[in-house]
């Protein structure tokens, strides 16, 4: 059992206690551990950026130990982009030295009178000054901080400090615990920075250190870990616009015919080296540098979500200039899929002649527009100060014609999968209690056509329905399951590289794990129900909101708007890639409602989406 430090910023003071043992054996740590404490501290609705919205950063039971893949960490709050249940996950080794210091959660409350930064110590948590370090990027932030190989600093950039409800907070120079909003809560604080200062892991049984070498070497052996070993996430760019699951233009399209000059191959040539978060035995983050030119600079990363948001989804195709971008939002402290959108957004409304800008062309693919709308939009000037406030709100403002093109669910922009296509994923962002989210539920079984798992987990008989990506009747049932796990995976501090992307893991691997490190008993039955158990919270914490079943939808878009997939062949003469004249098949999705509605029963909710009391009785949360 680790520690629980509470640090008032308003009146300067912090309190350490031990976390209570009963809250770690409901919520297992991290998301849920978070989950919990912001449902104490929050009763109702708020100012997102006032001082009644706790900060609340959160490390898991394995995060930071020998287990592969231990090296995630959680920030929860409510978000000022959703005015709902927000977080915000990331790796590294950030959040490894915070369990090192004795830390399960540091709740950070109230608003300091200027500008500090936390300084973490085993056991202690200090509050200094950092006026100095206001409105520097987060790359010089930490370069200010990180005065020891034994330092590791999360901060926000100026997008925090100046409130933009995009901003996300950045560990270890190129990290991002991006998503909801948490930077603007930060910066509400004014809390520049965070830095954990410890080396020494704590010892673990000696039962935990042969279980998690065993589950190491199945995760490192795994096909989909010596893939994303090789050649990162930017290894899902071809397949995916193969299939049509490659977001372009706003989700007017799914393919782009420049995707060989962006793929990963094409990334490779920018590589200077590959490296590992904290116990990873994947390795799938790298580094990346482009040596001169314009877009000169060096990056940890790109991943696929970004080169898609900040690449077709623009109708970008100058891997070097998404390179830039990239870097550009981590310097500012921007969530790069909610900063693309934003701008996709702006592009389609100025191609439907609906709104027209003084200083952007606003034409797809013009690098100038997205370089000069990422930093508009960090210092809330001109069209970036209306997007700096989110896809939803940008389009309330301009005006009732422009909501189609806002593609958000909740509030949240949506990542950068195609409902369409990738179905399970579709109804995953319509569930998802953060809005939008890939991985929230992670469905991967599916569009990656993974029967070894897909045979473990669910019944024979609705296998060939399960596994059809055009099939809608069983998508429901993948949701459930992954959401679990997911959380389940959030919870313990671990990467879902080992479980619900490639399922290198399963639920019984994991609780033989914690159950070397608990030393007691701990059944995979028993984790997923923790999993169900966090989920069913976040809805109860939105439903007093008053969220409702009106709040789990997609745009429109993808329900009214047919997609057309295409093949594409190289031109022997040009050597660019050409797309077929007709399409190979259509993507849509038909019917939203039945997904919801089987999605409800299996979760045993009522028809509005909200959990009846008896699955409350059951979950220990009546």
């Known amino acids: ?158 997008a925090g400090e100046n409130g933009v409800r995009i901003a996300g907070i950045i560990n270890d120079r190129s990290r991002a ?52 070993h090789r050649w990162g996430t930017p290894l899902l760019i071809r397949p995916k616009n193969i299939s049509g699951d490659l977001p372009a233009y706003n989700h007017q399209a799914g393919q782009v015919p420049f995707y ?19 116990a990873c035995p994947i390795g799938c983050d790298h580094e990346t540098r482009v040596v001169d030119g314009p877009y000169a600079t060096e990056l940890g990363g790109p991943e696929y979500e970004t080169v898609d948001a900040l690449g077709p989804m623009l109708g970008l195709a100058d891997l070097e200039a998404i390179i830039y971008a990239n870097r550009l939002c981590n310097d500012l402290g921007l969530d790069t899929i909610s900063t693309g959108v934003c701008i996709a957004f702006a592009m389609e409304l100025r191609q439907r002649a609906l709104y027209t800008d003084p200083h952007f062309s606003l034409a797809w693919g013009d690098p100038d527009t997205v370089l000069g709308l990422i930093r508009a939009i960090a210092m809330r000037q001109g069209l970036g100060d209306i997007l700096a406030d989110g896809v939803k709100r940008a389009a309330e403002r301009l005006g009732p014609a422009t909501l189609p093109y806002a593609m958000h669910v909740k509030g949240m922009e949506l990542p950068r999968q195609e ?14 209690n953060r809005g939008a989210d890939h991985l929230y539920a992670l469905p991967t079984v599916d569009i990656a056509g993974n029967w070894e798992a897909a045979r473990a987990l669910f019944p024979e008989a609705m296998l060939p329905q399960l596994m059809d990506l055009a099939d809608e009747t069983y998508k429901a049932d993948l ?61 109860l914490y939105n439903a007093r909101l008053g969220l409702t079943r009106a709040d789990d939808r997609l745009p429109d878009r993808f329900t009214s708007e047919p997609l057309p997939i295409y093949t594409f062949s190289q031109d022997e003469a040009t050597g660019e890639m050409r797309r077929s004249e007709q399409p190979i098949h259509v993507g849509l999705v038909h019917d939203p409602d039945a997904m919801l509605e089987r999605y409800y029963r299996l979760r045993g909710w009522d028809a509005q989406g909200l959990p009846t009391p008896e699955k409350l009785q059951a979950l220990g949360l009546a």
């Not at 609780?511 to 919270?537: D, F, K, T, Y």
Request: some cysteine; hydrophobic content about 40%.
């Open 479 to 539: 949701v459930v399951y992954s959401e679990n796990y997911s959380a389940v995976s959030d919870a313990l501090g671990i990467c879902k590289f080992a479980t619900t992307e490639t399922y290198a893991l399963m639920p019984d691997d994991v609780a033989a794990g914690l159950s070397a490190l608990r030393g007691r008993p701990i059944s995979a039955a028993e984790l997923l129900q923790a999993g169900e158990r966090i989920v069913n919270l976040e809805r």
């Open 177 to 228: 615990a991006a998503r909801s909003g948490g930077g603007a809560v930060m910066g509400s604080k004014r809390l520049k920075a965070i830095v954990v200062h410890d080396n020494k892991a704590p010892a673990a049984p000696r039962e935990f250190a042969r279980v998690a070498g065993e589950m190491s070497r199945k995760t490192h052996r795994h096909p989909e870990s010596q893939a994303l």
């Open 419 to 432: 409902p369409r296509i990738a179905k399970a994923f579709g109804l995953g962002h319509m569930t998802s």
């Open 1 to 158: 059992m680790g520690l629980t430090a509470t640090i008032d910023l308003t009146r300067r003071c912090v309190t350490v206690a031990p976390t209570p043992e009963a809250e770690l054996d409901r919520f297992l740590g991290g998301r849920g551990l978070g989950l919990s404490l912001l449902w104490q501290h929050v009763r109702g609705p708020l100012d997102p950026l006032g001082p009644d919205n706790p900060l609340i950063f959160t490390v898991g039971p394995f995060t930071g130990t020998s287990w592969p893949a231990g090296a995630r960490g959680h920030v929860t709050f409510h978000s000022p982009l959703t005015d709902i249940y927000g977080y915000a996950n990331s790796g590294g080794h950030f959040w490894a030295v915070l369990a090192h210091c004795g830390f399960d959660a540091l709740v950070i409350l109230g608003q300091a009178a200027e500008p500090v930064r936390l300084d973490v110590t085993p056991a202690a948590v200090a509050i200094l000054p950092a006026a100095d370090l206001w409105g520097l990027t987060t790359a010089a932030t930490h370069e200010r901080l990180s005065t020891s190989s034994a330092a590791r600093v999360a901060c926000i950039g100026p």
């Open 260 to 278: 060989a000059r962006i793929d990963a191959e094409a990334l490779d040539r920018y590589v200077t080296r590959h490296k590992s978060c904290h």
